[in-house]
């Protein structure tokens, strides 16, 4: 029970590897506000963590809008008065060729992945310097560090993050406050689930521990920066891709 009577938030929480990191951190003991979008698929998930015996409520919110966020955060705070764990996980894809991708296409990704994890950075971590504690964990990708052809929008806001916790984490550190990312590679999740069979094979041609990766891998990683075994770690950037980027 390494986070016993913690209170986290996971963004995008309702599927994926974020129904996974929640499920991690509160079989760890913690309390879970899970936010999403899809407030009946985090309504399965918070029914998931109250069967582990942790509490946990949804919340419907849009990472992208600043106001509604902030009203999410006090809302969370009404309910748990502290929050000691933010995990920005919340993403979409809208893949294509640079040349054809539409402006609202660039627009939408870089406002769900970078802009989201930017308004819940910025509204959590007012509390988290009250605290003067905290540990948020910024969900990356891989992509953000080698590109991707068909991904323009999808690669800078992931390279976007890994800067934006860079920055955080000299900002935030003097509080306390723990800011680190996660760059995961192909992970079998809905997003992964709709690339080709072509792709899919070219990846996996690429990955040295040959198996692509699952929300488990991940999480593993978020719950042991989330624990006080990683209070002297912030500002890096943990690539959870079975080998195929090595820096
Ligand atoms: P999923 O698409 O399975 O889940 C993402 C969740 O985020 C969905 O529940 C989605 O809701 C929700 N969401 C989307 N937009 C918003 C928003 N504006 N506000 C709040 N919630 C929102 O994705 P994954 O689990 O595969 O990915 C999770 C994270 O991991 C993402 O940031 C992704 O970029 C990253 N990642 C994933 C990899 C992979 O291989 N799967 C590899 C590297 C990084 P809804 O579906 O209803 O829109």
Redesign the pocket.
């Known amino acids: 029970m390494q986070l016993k009577d913690k209170v986290a938030i996971v963004?995008?929480g309702?599927?994926?590897?974020?129904r996974v990191i929640a499920l991690g951190l509160a079989s760890k003991g913690a309390d879970i506000a899970v936010?999403?979008?899809?407030l009946k698929?985090a309504e399965k998930t918070v029914q998931e963590i109250q069967a582990l015996g942790r509490a946990a409520f949804s919340l419907e919110?849009?990472?992208?809008d600043y106001i509604k966020v902030e009203e999410g955060i006090n809302k969370i705070l009404d309910k748990f008065k502290k929050v000691d764990i933010l995990v920005n996980?919340?993403?979409?894809t809208k893949d294509s060729l640079l040349l054809r991708m539409s402006d609202s296409d660039w627009d939408v990704v870089l406002k769900?992945?970078l802009k989201?994890t930017f308004n819940c950075t910025k509204a959590v971590s007012r509390q988290m310097i009250k605290q003067r504690s905290g540990k948020i964990i910024n969900?990356a990708?891989?992509i953000g560090i080698i590109g991707n052809p068909g991904q323009a929008n999808y690669s800078a806001s992931k390279a976007g993050i890994i800067a934006l916790t860079k920055t955080a984490a000299k900002e935030l550190a003097l509080r306390n406050i723990n800011v680190n990312a996660i760059a995961?590679?192909?992970?079998q999740?809905?997003?992964?689930a709709k690339l080709s069979l072509e792709l899919r094979e070219k990846m996996m041609s690429a990955i040295p521990l040959k198996r692509f990766g699952n929300?488990e891998d991940v999480s593993a990683v978020c719950l042991f920066l989330a624990s006080e075994d990683a209070n002297y770690i912030t500002g890096q950037t943990i690539i959870v891709d079975g080998g195929m980027v090595m820096v």
């Open positions: 963004t995008g309702a599927r994926g590897i974020g936010v999403d979008v899809n698929e919110m849009d990472v992208t996980n919340a993403g979409i769900v992945n989201g969900i990708s891989i995961p590679g192909f992970i999740t809905e997003m992964t929300p």
